[in-house]
């Protein structure tokens, strides 16, 4: 008879859940995160609950990636084909990664200046950081650079996506924004932009320019990162924008 060890079974000050209250949930490894969603074990051996989030990392990472960029865009047909996990631990583990992606993303609701390439992409990365397709959006300011909305222009494929000038400047116009930010997912992961990021900003530049609607960046998001073409490219030199 195999005998597995249960939570129950550790000493109090070792158990997931009297850790975190104790010292935090940084303190904790990822399994023993996981553990406390799934709250029981089970899977193969009748494994405990930290087990079983060790089992689910480590069958996440057959895909040959790593296990937390699986998990965060995992579907709850791939997460029910583990053993150990059914649909009840499934959509709490779902509900937890979709948690912490409107965590990341929060803002204050005061409407907060835009200050920074990174303020811009943080007010974005809900709507474009972990898409598996590509989408073009637009964050539309007022003349004090507070946000008025963010609206998705196009969806593409999953390596590319069209947007032309016209259907953004079309959303500026009618929402009445004196600045715009421009941005838009690469679901490979890489930061670097594209020849088509490079000509279609060059346009957009162009357009703004001559409507008098200053482009304070593009931006291109990525798996938790971001790139600034405003900061990484001569086009802002080549084509000034108002103040």
Request: charged fraction near 20%; hydrophobic fraction near 40%.
């Amino acid at each position: 008879m195999t005998y597995c060890l249960r939570i129950a079974d550790l000493p109090t000050t070792e158990r997931p859940r009297e850790r975190l209250m104790s010292h935090g949930a940084k303190s904790l490894a990822t399994a023993e995160l996981i553990a406390i969603l799934l709250g029981t074990g089970q899977g193969p051996g009748k494994l405990s609950a930290v087990g079983l989030g060790q089992h689910l990392l480590q069958q996440l990472g057959n895909h040959q990636r790593d296990p937390l960029a699986v998990l965060r865009d995992i579907h709850i047909q791939e997460l029910t084909q583990i053993h150990g996990i059914g649909p009840a631990k499934a959509t709490t583990i779902l509900a937890a990664i979709e948690l912490g992606k409107r965590v990341f993303q929060a803002r204050s609701l005061d409407r907060e200046p835009i200050e920074s390439p990174a303020d811009a992409a943080l007010y974005l990365s809900h709507d474009l950081m972990w898409q598996s397709q590509e989408h073009f959006a637009v964050l539309l300011l007022d003349i004090k650079n507070r946000p008025i909305s963010t609206q998705v222009i196009t969806i593409g494929t999953a390596t590319e996506t069209l947007a032309h000038p016209r259907e953004i400047f079309r959303e500026v116009i009618r929402q009445g924004a004196s600045r715009v930010v421009v941005a838009h997912n690469h679901p490979s992961g890489s930061l670097t932009p594209s020849p088509e990021d490079i000509s279609l900003t060059r346009q957009l530049l162009q357009g703004a320019q001559f409507l008098d609607i200053p482009l304070l960046d593009h931006l291109i998001l990525a798996h938790g990162e971001f790139c600034s073409l405003r900061q990484t490219t001569s086009l802002w030199e080549e084509c000034p924008q108002g103040a």
